[in-house]
């Protein structure tokens, strides 16, 4: 095999950061045309893989080709030249700027007035886009503001700014971690356009089920290590699966039948505004006994997460009350919610969950700070700080490049979220609250987050389930209440509900009247 | 009416351009607090070239003053690499390296007035005479009613300032490198895969922003002060900066803020002799466009929209 038939080449690739190893001699080998799929957990060491071939790291040791010639990539405009382009996990966009400007930056087309001022001759830009995006079939408007426009489309502008600058081998990393399933469907399908026009894909992902639909080839990273390279078509999901966690993984997670005990949480007629003073959540009730996981299905935005907030004090409800172990919580405070028994795992981790630039240890001492032993008379004591935060590592395995002294920031996302169910958990709470506790993760760290909420069960506690995911749902939820449009509709035991009815309450198409 | 808008313009296009520097220079993500020190710096610089011209070379006056608004924007802008060195080079806070160097061309050029006027002139005098600048009015058009004042006894240095200011705007909004300016304020990151040195550009505009400083320096050593001293640091550079912040960083409406500010101060100015009062109130007079800026901002402060990345210092690895 001649080396010319790669397009990409990186040969006994290392890459070390301080404390971590984050590429360990791995060597791919890419085709010209295919799509190939780097999967692994979060912190495997994909996207730092990727990052080098991109110009923003040099490696350590080993070398890296493309086509068939040996490279020194120093940075991202140099890969930009060798026609390597990549969509990154947070987009690099210019929120003040319509899609057009943000296309052209660094290299816009030029005209000259009176024969030597140049300017930007943006009409020509808006052409080109236009072009561009239809040849491509990536809908947009070049003249839109960035700031306007969604997740989806902002990701089609990452795109053609690739294209635009002709790049022939495509780089992505999670593109389907900020998308709706709808438009998960669209972004393949537009992946797989962009292989047939002759373009060499290389997705990053920790999905498998992506990887099915579209990857030619698969390379598994684990722990910066390469464990090898599948041939996607001729390799079981499962042993993928496998592979990628380094043990059996079980997709269903096992569960003892529930015994309930007495009501812990008691919401009564509770109705939520949001800002513009819209009923956001309308007159629900509903109980939730010690030993139940209660779950609520329901399609994003439908109040699910205003009521999550409504219960743990974020926001104040306009009417009804709030009942946790028969105490009224409602006019509580989030910390006296906390001491009377709640814990609470919110949906934005980053923003609301942890504070980023905080380190582990202070984090996860977040809820306990201010009372013995880790302040003695309103003095805090560090050597706490630092035994506790070892023992949540040790006890939920938060993996970190310096222990309790490890910024948050970062951290990989499933690291961050053990890191914030740790410290919850550790609240030994009446109450848990989990509002898409999975979302985001790899399927180690999904596997763990569902044990470990199916022990908080167990072990007696009361569980506040809130998912999109039905999947999720439907394993894990003793009872299964659906949300839709701000009402809960239906309630029902875990076992009276198929996933299709579950379904149907949740796009509103069943009544609870009905049934 | 007319001496509110000769006087009123007079004051109010140094204020302008210096806003426009600080525009530039914010725009691109770098906050400047320095644009007081700046324009003091660019007119010593520009006073003591003119100064050395006349007396030592026997320049006449006239040429002098284009030489002093030359090296009033080369002082400015060498100034300004100061500021860009900390905070770009260093990473230096923004707020603090912004303080000091107003501080420090405090102390400076008085200190380098005093001392130059004893070695070199024999008089320990801690100014540089420079005379007002003389005056134009064109003809036929400053016979309109209210517009023609804006035509009547103009200085050379609004005519600068005027050019200097269309320019600016032309190459913000215009040219590849205003675009490349302006994504460096907002997303640097974004600059950064683009291909972009955002250290470069925010390095330039910050020169930009001195070198603009300098002129507006100039032109206040040349009209209300006569002179280089430090008389000069008044916070007028200050009051270019709320008015960027009232213009939201565009340049035509603090065009509008820069207005408001000029026309309180000369019509107060006109109100106090016509009516007749004491000197004493004219000093009161000072503060009205320091008022004005408190009560702005209690109205103007809500929906004002900063650069997203000002302030924040460029660091590749985080994310």
Redesign the interface.
Known sequence: MSDTEYIVEMKHVTKRFPNIVANDDVSIQVRKGEIYALLGENGAGKSTLMSMLFGMYQPDEGEIWVRGKKENIVSPSYATELNIGMVHQHFKLVSNYTIAENIILGMEPVRKVLGCIPVVDIKKANREISALSEKYGLQVVPTDVISDIGVSVQQRVEILKMLYREAEILIFDEPTAVLTPQEIGSLLEIIRTLRDGGKTIILITHKLEEIKQVADRCAILRRGRLIGVYDVAATSTKKMANLMVGREVSFDTEKPPAHFGKVVLQVENLTVRNEDRFEKVKNVSFCIHAGEIFAIAGVAGNGQVELADAVAGLVRPSSGRILLGGRDITEETVRGRAEAGLAYIPEDRQNCGLILDFNLKNNEALRKYYRAPFAVRSILQPPEFDSYAEKLIDKYDIRSSQGGDTVVRSMSGGNQQKAIVAREIEQDALLTIFVQPTRGLDIGAIENIRKQIVSERNKGKAIMLISLELDEIMDLADTIAVIYNGEIGKTAPAGELTTNEVGEYMMGVKHHEEA | MNSIIIDGMSFTLPLFIMAIGGIYSERSGITNLALEGLQGMGAFIGALAAYIAVNCFGMPQGSAYYLAFLFAIIGGAVYAMLHALLCIRFKANQVISGVVINLLATSLTVFLTKSINKAAFGAASNKIDLGVSARYTVPGISNIPVLGAFFTDVYPFELIIVAAAFLAWFVMY???Y???L??CG??P????????DVARIRFTAVMVSGALSGIAGMSFAYSIFAKFSGDLYVGYGFLSIAALIFGSWTILPTLGACMIFGFARSAGYQLVQMAGLPSAYSDLIMILPYVLTLILLMFFSKNN?SP?ALGEVYD?A??
């Open positions: 215009r040219t590849p205003g675009l490349h302006r994504a907002d997303n990151h974004a600059a950064d895969a683009a291909g972009l929209q997203r590749k985080r994310r």
